[in-house]
């Protein structure tokens, strides 16, 4: 049985690591046993031929593949991880000279790779979706807020304004002379794409190679297609983000896509647990659920949604995702409230 890591187990790992995220949600593969770890799982019912794990995107990314040869599985995990790896130095804005790295300090790129063009694209799509709950441009405020955890007094309403007078993906331009950000001091993040987006690539790869039952898991960014190595649907449990160690929900993936959550979880900026990695782009304010879990076709959607969700008033989101074909979600709200979309066929535990 795969190890669960824990979501504090994340956190130190995005540490170390200085991938994409600094958090990573509450999902993993199920066994046949009951969930009794921190992180929720992603599950088989029977041994996998091959399940690897290795640390990047500042989380644990575990690849699972079943019914292939162990050869088979593990030379399209080889390259799936290699795409993975590549993948986020497009993508990274922990690293100087990576593409994000070049336009957050100098606010333009000319030459931007061709891998970005087509995420910054479907980000722009995600903002529009969402009325402006997804953006990413919101790094100020979250650069804000990183920064007010070693030194509180960092944080004020007046700096908050400063920041969030930087954020605004209109003020975003992506064309033939590249990538620009047209006020001083905006950055930009990839935090609340990449992974489901890397998921997907290397869901695609695993595939390509001739494995097609498998199961990526990017720190609980999933993306399963096929059948698990009994034959059956794959199963994510998703743990309840009040409650250490407590499972809410079993969701089956008949049909395969994407699964991801996002929530405040122990990702705090203050001592008061006031302020969370989850911000609202348009207000500036903390996050509207506890937690939030979404299905959707592919990991890029489930990803940007689940980010959207967090932020936005509960009717709105459940809204969004009844509108949205082959999408839902679930949404636990701070007060202790859970409320799922008319698509989500997640089962109680």
């Known amino acids: 049985m795969p190890r669960c890591y824990s979501r504090r187990d ?27 770890a921190r992180t929720p799982a992603l599950a088989t019912d029977a041994p996998l031929p091959e399940s690897r794990s290795a640390l990047f995107m500042g989380t644990l990314v575990t690849v699972s593949v079943a019914r292939a040869t162990m050869d088979q599985a593990a030379e399209a995990t080889a390259r799936a991880f290699a795409l993975g790896r590549e993948l986020e130095k497009i993508f990274t804005r922990f690293t100087a000279d990576a593409p ?72 975003l331009r992506l064309d033939d002379g590249g990538l620009r950000l047209e006020r001083q001091g905006m950055a930009l ?12 690539a290397m869901s695609r790869e695993l595939s390509a190679a001739g494995c097609p ?7 609980g960014d999933i993306v399963a297609r096929g059948r698990n190595a009994a034959g059956r649907p794959w199963r994510i449990g998703v743990e309840d983000p009040r409650v250490r160690g407590r499972s809410l929900q079993v969701l089956e993936l008949p049909q395969g896509g ?18 969370s990695h989850l911000i609202n782009p348009a207000t500036g304010q903390d996050a509207a659920q506890a937690g939030v879990t979404v299905a959707a076709p592919d990991g890029c959607t489930a990803d940007a949604l689940a980010t959207a969700f967090s932020v936005l008033p509960p009717r709105q989101a459940l809204a969004l995702a009844d509108s949205l074909p ?15 979309s008319r698509g989500w066929s997640g089962t109680r535990v």
């Open 10 to 36: 994340m956190l130190r790992a995005a540490l170390l690591g200085g991938g994409l995220l600094g958090a990573a949600p509450l999902l993993s593969l199920l066994t046949a046993a009951p969930v009794a």
């Open 100 to 171: 994000l790295g070049q336009v957050n300090a100098a606010g333009r790129l000319r030459d931007v790779p061709p891998r970005l063009t087509a995420l910054l694209r479907v980000t722009a799509d995600m903002h529009r979706l969402t009325d402006g709950a997804f953006d990413p441009t919101v790094l100020p405020l979250v650069t804000l807020l990183e920064n007010s955890r070693e030194n509180p007094a960092a944080f004020s309403a007046a700096a908050a304004r400063e920041a969030l007078a930087l954020v605004g993906m209109e003020r």
């Open 189 to 200: 993040t990839l935090d609340g794409i990449a992974k489901g987006h890397i998921a997907d």
């Open 213 to 219: 039952d498998h199961c990526v898991n990017a720190g």
């Open 258 to 275: 994407g699964v991801a959550t996002s929530g405040v979880y122990e990702a705090f900026y203050d001592a008061a647990h006031a302020r």
């Open 326 to 340: 082959g999408c839902a979600c679930c949404l636990v709200r701070r007060d202790g409230l859970i409320q799922t």
